[in-house]
């Protein structure tokens, strides 16, 4: 699996890069270049660490995160750029410390404009692959997602984004090789230089993981978690939960609809770095009214340099 892994991401790199090689070519000396670099901390907290149900089976957890991102952007033309980007990441978790990871990919990015204009649409289609490390090797995985989405601005102040998601993750455990297709849309609005609020809702249509207890820490065994089993993809062992606390816990893969909403606020200090506060909330429902809720608050700070 491991050799899949290294190999379709060897293949997306190659994509990319004869891609840009191809553009070299075909523009000659019209295209512009530049080199650029983001950091972000991000603290968080998730009030449902394993997707869970029941209220006896939620976790809350704590977070802290630190991204950086190296990007080389060309401008082909005046209506379209394309880029490529590598990322690493870092995630420490306080409680659940075997769901803390390293991660590093690649994104692939071409964004373009048909008619120019200030309130014309212009689309951006994108491609990454990553590969997570974990604290167990149950859900060290390789997640590929494309995206395709239209921005149009509507007045100086609102901007409209929509569009479509493909993610998937091929893991170690079986629980946790999933996929989604999503759409989604979202309204920016700028109220003045510095204060930009944001609102995103999304619809995913796929797979999603769930744990839960199936056996108490006083040696009980939960008997109530049959529509679980009998509607489960898959199930196993939680590695990552069972490391961290009592009792015996397992985990689900299940398909279910999902909605997402996010709401959130930036906030630019000085020309290139900015504050950003938001609220993810996740309602997810699969077969047999199984479902849970999630909502994550994180606080970043992002600096482009």
């Not at 479509?164 to 079986?174: A, L, N, P, V």
């Not at 619809?203 to 509607?231: H, M």
């Amino acid at each position: 699996m491991q050799k899949t892994k290294n190999n379709l991401l060897k293949l997306i790199l190659f994509c990319s890069l004869y891609i840009c090689s191809s553009t070299f070519v075909a523009v000659g000396q019209t295209i512009e270049i530049e080199w650029l670099h983001d950091v972000d901390m991000s603290f968080g907290f998730n009030n449902n660490q394993g997707q869970a149900q029941k209220d006896r089976d939620i976790i809350e957890d704590k977070f802290i995160e630190l991204n950086y991102s190296l990007i080389f952007n060309i401008d082909i033309n005046d209506d379209s750029a394309i880029s490529l980007k590598g990322f690493l990441e870092a995630r420490k978790q306080n409680v659940l410390d075997d769901l803390s990871r390293t991660t590093y990919g690649a994104q692939f990015i071409y964004r373009w404009q048909s008619t120019r204009g200030f309130f014309e649409p212009f689309y951006q289609f994108n491609i990454s692959i990553q590969d997570d490390t974990y604290g167990v090797v149950q859900r060290d995985s390789t997640v590929i997602e494309s995206q395709f989405f239209a921005t149009k601005r509507l007045t100086d102040a609102f901007t409209l984004v929509a569009g479509i998601k493909y993610w998937s993750q091929d893991s170690d455990g079986t629980v946790f090789d999933l996929y989604r297709n999503e759409g989604f849309v979202n309204l920016d609005y700028r109220h003045n230089a510095r204060y930009l609020w944001y609102m995103t809702y999304g619809y995913r249509k796929g797979e999603i993981w769930s744990t839960s207890q199936a056996v108490f820490c006083n040696g009980a065994i939960a008997d109530d978690i049959f529509p679980l089993i009998n509607w489960s993809l898959e199930m196993e062992t939680d590695h990552a939960f069972n490391n961290a606390l009592c009792g015996d816990w397992i985990a689900y893969k299940l398909k279910a609809d999902t909605h997402t909403l996010t709401l959130g606020l930036n906030v630019a200090v000085g020309e290139s770095s900015a504050f950003d506060f938001s609220v993810f909330h996740i309602d997810s429902t699969a077969e047999a009214n199984i479902s849970y809720q999630s909502t994550i608050f994180r606080a970043s700070y992002l600096v482009r340099f």
